[in-house]
């Protein structure tokens, strides 16, 4: 069952977030693509990444998921591409998409996927992991990107927040600096070690490379006791 808060939100904003975090993606995809490989962008939004992929590579052979319906609209109005509507957290709905991937893009999507507890969302998200590698090719690669903040329990305090205010008031409060707010929709942030945890927990794949984009924190961010921030790609090849 999806947080119908988190879809409500994107349906209401589609909002288009910069290219520039896939930039090291983009140069995986044109180390390893062939001629005719095929992308599927699982939480497209609003289609830019799939339209950043198209202008700088070869590939043609794109589609998107995601569970907001108005963002898909939008994506097939910028990229002309097939678009699926569902959850990534939804494992039927993942084994009815007829075909598989060279390249998975999963980005900026797990800390979106919330549950009752950061343990419960950590799962959700561990879950994801699994079926966007199900969406691969033997031999294909998942391309993991997530925004990242230190230290961990400074993100189980926004997680708990986030979940009380959304409880009392519609009402979007900034706290933080951060780019969205305190209230709805509710967020689960990860270090790095905790998603190199939910990709481990697969035997079908190997990490190939970790890249991290440091983002300066700001002075308010600082205030509320975040230490650091970074852009982090993860590169996972599905096994033979
Ligand atoms: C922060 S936006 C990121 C959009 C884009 N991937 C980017 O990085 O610019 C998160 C996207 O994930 C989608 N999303 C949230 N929960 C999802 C789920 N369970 N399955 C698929 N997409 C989901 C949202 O609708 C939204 O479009």
Redesign the pocket.
């Known amino acids: 069952m999806?947080?119908q808060q988190?879809?409500d939100?994107?349906?209401k904003y589609?909002?288009?977030?910069?290219?520039e975090?896939?930039e090291f993606a983009i140069d995986v995809i044109k180390k390893h693509g062939r001629e005719n490989s095929s992308l599927i962008?699982?939480?497209?939004?609003?289609g830019?990444?799939l339209a950043f992929v198209k202008q700088q590579t070869h590939l043609t052979d794109l589609c998107g998921?995601?569970?907001?319906r108005a963002?898909l609209q939008k994506t097939r109005e910028a990229v002309g591409c097939e678009t699926f509507l569902?959850?990534?957290?939804?494992g039927s709905f993942v084994e009815s998409i007829p075909k598989k991937f060279d390249f998975v893009?999963?980005?900026?999507?797990l800390?979106?996927?919330v549950g009752r507890t950061r343990k419960e969302s950590k799962a959700?998200a561990a879950y994801?992991v699994k079926n966007a590698l199900e969406l691969l090719e033997a031999g294909g690669r998942l391309m993991l990107?997530e925004p990242v903040y230190y230290p961990t329990i400074v993100m189980d305090f926004l997680f708990y927040v986030k979940k009380l205010v959304t409880k009392m008031t519609a009402k979007r409060i900034e706290i933080f600096g951060f780019r969205n707010n305190i209230g709805a929709?509710v967020v689960s942030y990860y270090a790095n070690e905790a998603l190199v945890d939910m990709i481990e927990r697969n035997e079908n794949c190997e990490i190939e490379t970790m890249h991290f984009d440091k983002e300066k924190v700001t002075p308010v961010q600082r205030m509320g006791l975040i230490t650091r921030r970074m852009d982090t790609t993860i590169i996972v090849r599905k096994k033979d």
Request: with cysteine; glycine share 6%.
């Open positions: 999806e947080d988190t879809v939100y994107f349906d589609t909002p288009e977030y910069s290219v975090r896939l962008d699982i939480g497209c939004g609003v830019n990444l998921i995601d569970v907001s963002c569902g959850s990534i957290t939804d893009l999963l980005m900026a999507v800390h979106h996927l959700r994801a990107i929709p």
